[in-house]
Structures are given as C-alpha cells and as structure tokens.
C-alpha cells in the first residue's frame, strides 16, 4: 500500500469514529426547540439589535469561541454586539434552517450586514450546557453574484416539501458512509450508492447540478490533490437533513479549510447539497482551532 493510500485509510478509519461516536455522556440533548429558539434570537439580538442582555441571560460567562477573530468570554461577544451594532445598524441575519442534534444546534444564515449587499452565507454551531450556549464554531463564505448551478446559495429546490419527522437515524448513517466513502476515502464511483441520479440539486458556487457534475469535479479535484485530506469533526442531524463539519485540507501539512455540509436525504438518496468553506487563518484571537 502506498503512503497516500494508507493514510487515507487512516483517516477513513478515524472518520468513522468521528462520524458516528455517541454523544459525551455529559450532554444535555435538545428535546424541545427552545435551544433552537434561543441560537436565533442571540443571533439576531446580537447582529440586528445589539443587544447585551440577550447574550447575559443565554450565554454563558465562561463561553468558549471558535470564530478565530473573537477572544473566548460572554463579555467579548457584548463587546461584539455593541461595536456592530454601531457601525451596522441596519444589519439583518436572516435565518434559513435551523436544526438540533443532542447538545447541539446548526444555523444557517444569510447574514448582510449592508442592505443591498449579498453578504455571506454562515453556518453557526453551538453547544447548549444548562439551557445556555456554552460554546460556538462557524464558517462563513461571501455570497458571489453568480453561480455554475444557477442557484442561490440557500433555497431548498428538492422535493416533496423538506420532512422533519424522516428516520434521522438512517439519513445519519447515510451520509456517514458517503462522506467516509468519498470524500475521506477518495472513492467518487461510490457516490453512485449516495446521490440520487436523477435529482441532485447543487448550492455550491463552483458546481452544477447532478452526480455526473459531482462526480466529475472531484475526481479532478482529486487527481490535482492526491493527498488531499478530509477531516470530520461533528455531525448534526435532525429528519432529512445532515450536517458534517469537517476539515478541508489539499494536503496533511495544509491548514486547509473549515468546512460546513448540509445535504437533504430523501428516499434513500442524497437530493441536495449546501455548504460554505472558509480558510483556516495561522492565529487565532481566541488560542482555539476552529475545530
């Protein structure tokens, strides 16, 4: 076995466990959808009304921060809040899905912090301890003016209409083994097993629609890459969609990126995909990795 070969087996190996390890017996599972509730309104109180009791009622003094351009603390994210809201008062943070999955909840937005801009597209995570946010993970990516698919970043275009109530469980162990399988393991034949072939709607930039068209960009990709390496760090599902945050990397040495995925199953099948990539910076103003 070659070098390459043995470490993407490897890190196949370890995807696996990444990817379906049970949660910590610590965790507190989200069972309402009050965590979700409050990731949004600390999102928007923070963003659209700069507002510092918010983050003093559900966030707790302690919070850990994974954004490399924020210090750890509930005080730096007040400071946040009171300096955007000054130089962006007519910022909004539009909130496309949100989903909960143990301790954790995943937001997707479209936040524009100048009306008439595009903005960025943002995927946020937090980690819920004692019905406060304890700690938080983003990637963020500027909304481009075009795409290859001709589809905006963040509509659902998939149907029938999106299911909340589908078998979570399967749809996990899905795209568990897609990602191991492809993405980790380099294996693009094996996407003929995930994404539906007659519908796969694309919401990255770079790509168009289809299993040919993603079959195609990463066997190029990695043949340009050989010993490009993916690195899963979490998965959240809730019903038909699943989410891997995962490190994106052209090579072990690289930073890479942090990545977010969100893909719908349906039937079975991989139907859609979004997700935002953002380079992995060398500092960070909080002394964590974006991991």
Known sequence: MTTR?????????????????APAATATPCTT????????????????????????RFVRPDYIQHNPTAPDGSAALKSLATSVH???????????RVIADGDLVLVHSNAVMTPGTRGTAVFDIFRFRGGRIAEHWDAEQDVPATTVSGHDMF????????????????NQRLVTSFFTEVLV??????????????????????FGDGLADFKAGFDAYFTQFPDAVTLPKRVIAEGDLVAVHNNDKTGPDDRGNAVVDLFRVHDGKIVEHWDVTQAVPETSANGNTMF
């Open 33 to 56: 959808g009050y965590e979700k509730s409050v990731a949004v309104r600390v999102l928007k109180g923070v963003f659209e009304q700069g507002d510092t009791r918010i983050v003093d």
């Open 5 to 21: 070969r043995a470490l993407v087996a490897t890190l196949a190996t370890a995807a696996v466990a990444v990817l379906t390890a």
């Open 155 to 170: 509509s659902t275009l998939s149907s029938p209409a999106p299911d909340p109530h589908a078998d979570t469980a399967a």
């Open 185 to 206: 393991g380099h294996d693009v034949a094996a996407a003929d097993r995930y994404i539906s072939a007659r519908t796969y709607f694309q919401h990255n930039p770079g």
């Open 86 to 96: 000054r130089r962006f008062p007519d910022a909004r943070y539009d909130v496309k």
